[in-house]
């Protein structure tokens, strides 16, 4: 009986090991960060203006936390779906889709450096030059055109929600040529003669005036605004809802002290928050999406008018009236 015992206990123990050993192996805990910056500038001045800040959050995180530049926003909100990164900065069109497609959520959002919360789409053109808004609006084909990103709010879904999709206005049929480019692109085209007019908005020319250069101070003196669209949420900050809760809690940790307070230490971290121009970020979730989703909506409303297609008119309607109605129910930020 005791032999028995004894087999049955080897036995028991062999079980028990193999069951052990066929557990899946725990992942290496995450060391890295990878943040993805929306840049509506060249990725080598955005590097210059992100680097401290990024700097400073690997120490505050222990984690080493990498930028992530993509060449438009259509990059990066994928890099986000396929986890190639963790969180970012992005504009509010590109946070939906981020959200949308991505599995992100809106955690913060910046604060305009200037005290005034939002900024405006805005439609520039060569100062001096005869260009007024009447005339970009004859659509007689003379003029070379430039639009944001597809995914841009202040370059593309804010000219076309309030100003070109309420005249019934395709850019592509009405300008001569449309080209597309970020912000910065557009300003240097429209300050040498290149582009006629283009999108932009009123925080990258905030950008570009800061910048002690000769080259900036020539383009925004040769550039003046045209058209302003109705004012644009600031921009959220977006990351993975799988990330790891703990990560989760050193990052909010970092960012919504960062800045804050009347030390001379805090005074130090809001210059360089100046340099990527906020102050102190505020937290968010992702109701700070809907001025945008309404903005989405309303134009899918004049583009289905447009059609004259009622079952597309009544759709778009009944999903405008609804994000209305979740922003009228959401509470004030």
């Not at 400073?56 to 993509?70: D, H, I, Q, Y």
Request: glycine share 8%.
């Amino acid at each position: 009986m005791n032999r028995r015992i004894v087999i049955a206990a080897a036995l028991l123990a062999v079980v028990g090991s193999l069951a052990a050993c066929s557990k899946p192996a725990q992942p290496p805990a995450k060391t890295v960060l990878n943040f993805s910056i929306i840049s509506a500038e060249s990725q080598q001045s955005a590097e210059g203006d992100w680097r401290p800040f990024l700097d400073e959050m690997s120490k505050a995180t222990g984690l080493t936390v990498r930028p992530f530049f993509g060449s438009n926003y259509t990059t990066l909100i994928e890099a986000m779906r396929f986890k190639q990164t963790d969180l970012g900065w992005f504009t509010n069109q590109s946070g939906l889709e981020a959200v949308r497609r991505s599995g992100g959520e809106v955690f913060a959002r910046s604060v305009n450096p200037t005290g005034v919360d939002g900024y405006e789409g805005v439609i520039i053109v060569r100062k001096g030059g005869g260009v007024t808004l009447d005339k970009l609006l004859k659509c007689d084909k003379t003029i070379d055109f430039g639009m944001g990103d597809a995914k841009s709010t202040s370059g593309t879904l804010a000219p076309m929600t309030y100003l070109f999709a309420p005249r019934g206005i395709d850019p592509a049929t009405c300008f001569r040529t449309v080209k597309s480019a970020n912000h910065e692109a557009n300003l240097f085209a429209v300050g040498n003669g290149v582009l006629t007019a283009a999108t932009n908005n009123t925080a990258s020319m905030d950008r570009m005036a800061m910048l002690d250069t000769g080259l900036a101070k020539r383009t925004i003196h040769n550039v003046e605004i045209i058209w302003r669209s109705p004012r644009i949420p600031e921009d959220p900050m977006v990351w993975r809802k799988d990330l790891d809760p703990k990560i989760k809690a050193k990052v909010a940790d970092f960012i919504f002290a960062y800045g804050v307070g009347d030390t001379p230490e805090a005074a130090r971290q809001r210059t360089i928050l100046a340099r990527i121009q906020t102050l102190p970020f505020k937290r968010a979730n992702d109701s700070h999406l809907l001025p945008v989703r309404e903005m989405e909506a309303t134009e899918q409303l004049l583009v289905a008018r447009k059609k004259g297609d009622a079952a597309a008119v009544a759709q778009a309607q009944a999903a405008l009236d609804a994000v209305k109605a979740e922003r009228a129910a959401a509470p004030a930020s």
